[in-house]
Structure formats: C-alpha cells, structure tokens
C-alpha cells in the first residue's frame, strides 16, 4: 500500500474537513503549461529523482499525494493559468516518505527539481472523484471557499490540488482533493 501524507483531522464539516497536517518533506519542480498537463510535464524528472536520479543513485517510494498549485501571484493561487494563454506556472511536489529528513536527503541531478520542508500546516479540504481538469478543480474550489466563508473560516496560502491516484485509474474512482490553509487555531 502507498504511503499517504500524514495529518490529524481536526475538525469534519457536511461538505469539507479541517486537517492538521504533519511537518513533511516534498521534491518539487516548476513546469509551464496548463493546469492539465503540468502533472505530466513534472512527472518524469520527479519520479527520476525518487527512483535514483541523485547525487547518491537511492530511490525512494513513491507516496500520495501528488500536489499541484498555480505559481500565479493570487491570493488564493485559484487563478490556474496566464490571462488569456491557456498557459500557465505551476509548482508540482511529491511528498516524500514521512521519514525523509531534507537536509539528508539525496541530492537530485536534475536542477530543476529541489527538496524542501514543508512545516505543520491546518487546511481545509474536500474530497472529490472525477478528471483531473482546471473546471472541475476550479469548481470545487469556489465550493470550499463558499463553505468556508460560511463558517467565518479564511484562507492562509494558496490553493492546491493534491491526486492519490495513476493516470490509469478510471476517472470514476480517482481519488482527488482541493486544500486551502488556514490560519492555526487559537488555543
């Protein structure tokens, strides 16, 4: 079974869950392209890196989820691609098993791709089957905020879209997630 990103939930809502999610590790690597194509434009040199394109040839398991976000400079980075273009940034990560101490980590060879931690962090999140398309992220995303705006929640950082499945998966039972953080709880 893959290993899954670690995180509490703290809070469960009819239409969305608060996580706090555990301090992790991520490879990451900037692509452009549209909110379709940017998983598989990043695919290749990340999974390189896991499976041994480093400094000291280890691999390492892959784990889920898969995360994307726009590099757009909005607030809640729900603005998936360049005015006009279809064209877009994108950062897209891999969490990295929960035991990957960054500054341990193999070093990639590939300059594109780097490894960072990423702190605790508490955000709101639904779950979603269904195409990894930039309609229906986006609609889910207005669902969310709508949801949370609702229950005097706010937004901390931009919007991502985490995947947990392969591409061969039917679309029917994939399994998808939008995540918006929010600022930690008092107390």
Do not use: C
């Not at 969490?95 to 605790?120: G, I, K, N, Q, W």
């Amino acid at each position: 079974m893959t290993e899954e990103q670690r995180y509490d939930v703290v809070r469960t809502e009819p239409t969305y869950e608060v996580r706090r999610y555990h301090p992790h590790a991520v490879a990451e690597i900037e692509v452009d392209g549209t909110f379709e194509s940017a998983g598989s434009a990043a695919f290749r040199p990340l999974v390189g890196y896991i499976g041994g394109r480093n400094v000291g040839g280890d691999s390492m398991a892959m784990t889920a989820p898969v995360i994307q976000r726009s590099d757009a400079p909005t607030a809640l980075g729900v603005e998936t691609t360049t005015e006009g273009t279809g064209q877009g940034k994108f950062i897209v990560s891999f969490v990295l098993p929960a035991d990957t101490d960054p500054s341990r980590a193999p070093v990639p060879t590939d300059d594109r791709v780097h490894v960072r931690m990423v702190d605790e962090e508490y955000a709101a999140v639904t779950r979603f089957s269904g195409r990894w398309t930039s309609s229906s992220y986006s609609k889910r995303v207005a669902e969310l905020i709508a949801a949370l705006d609702a229950d005097g929640l706010s937004a901390a950082g931009p919007t991502r879209f985490a995947r947990f499945d392969p591409p061969w998966t039917p679309w029917f039972k994939r399994r998808n997630e939008v995540v918006i953080p929010l600022h930690a709880p008092a107390g």
